[in-house]
């Protein structure tokens, strides 16, 4: 397994929450490292866009429909409209080299943990994108979404369905993915052809049909400041 972190430089939530996960991984015997991925930070929000000739997609305030996509866009509350971007923008990055070396890859947020070794071989799966985190916490409906899961013996399965048809719905966040080079690949062709959305909004079952969960939690989340609501 490759693993990488999104980790903000210099940030001391950040780093800590890395220094946190790790020690987790350890503690469950993971056998593989988790490598520190550079996340774009809000200054360089503008130079990425342009690097990657992309424009950001989703609405600030309110609801939008998205005629191209069929789906309603519902604002995510934030104080940091750049912070959302790249956080967008680090995942995205990481899709990117997910295709590039077209091997599948984990893909974790600073704030994630893991509670029980990741047992769980991709190359198996008939999805293309994995969740592997409780959802308790950290997503709509996350009570509902969990035992959604739990009534379901297979030990991978789609992803819950609890929004309304219109509505983008995924994974429980995305602190914690698995996802193969086909799955990049389709993201990235998502946002090249909707425009750059947040991560957990365009990683949607209605967009990527081939997305589903594990049926045990591998990781959760910690407490830790959130880096891009405040």
């Given at each position: 397994m490759i693993a990488?972190?999104?980790?903000?430089?210099?940030?001391?939530?950040?780093?800590?929450?890395?220094?946190?996960?790790?020690?987790?991984?350890?503690?469950?015997?993971?056998?593989?490292?988790?490598e520190k991925f550079k996340a774009v930070t809000p200054p360089d929000v503008k130079e990425v866009l342009q690097a990657h000739k992309l424009q950001w997609n989703y609405p600030w305030e309110g609801t939008v429909t998205d005629f191209s996509s069929g789906l309603t866009k519902r604002a995510y509350q934030t104080?940091?409209?750049?912070?959302?971007?790249?956080?967008?923008?680090?995942?995205?990055?990481?899709?990117?080299?997910?295709?590039?070396?077209?091997?599948?890859?984990?893909?974790?947020?600073?704030?994630?943990?893991?509670?029980?070794?990741?047992?769980?071989?991709m190359n198996d799966s008939k999805f293309n994108i994995l969740g592997i985190n409780n959802p308790i916490g950290c997503t709509f409906k996350s009570r509902d979404y969990y035992q959604t899961i739990l009534n379901d013996d297979n030990k991978e399965q789609s992803v819950p369905r609890l929004a309304p048809a219109n509505v983008p719905q995924g994974l429980a966040g995305n602190s914690a993915y698995i996802i193969k080079p086909a799955g990049a690949n389709k993201l990235i062709s998502l946002v090249k052809e909707f425009g750059l959305w947040p991560n957990d909004a365009i990683m949607c079952?209605?967009?990527?049909?081939?997305?589903?969960?594990?049926?045990?939690?591998?990781?959760?989340?910690?407490?830790l400041k959130s880096t891009t609501t405040q």
């Open positions: 990488y972190s999104i980790v903000i430089k210099d940030n001391e939530t950040s780093e800590t929450g890395f220094n946190n996960l790790v020690e987790s991984s350890k503690k469950v015997s993971n056998d593989f490292e988790i104080r940091s409209p750049k912070a959302r971007v790249a956080c967008a923008l680090s995942h995205y990055r990481l899709w990117n080299l997910c295709a590039n070396t077209n091997k599948s890859i984990l893909i974790l947020e600073h704030d994630a943990v893991f509670t029980t070794k990741l047992d769980f071989n079952y209605q967009l990527v049909p081939k997305l589903g969960v594990t049926r045990k939690f591998y990781t959760g989340i910690q407490t």
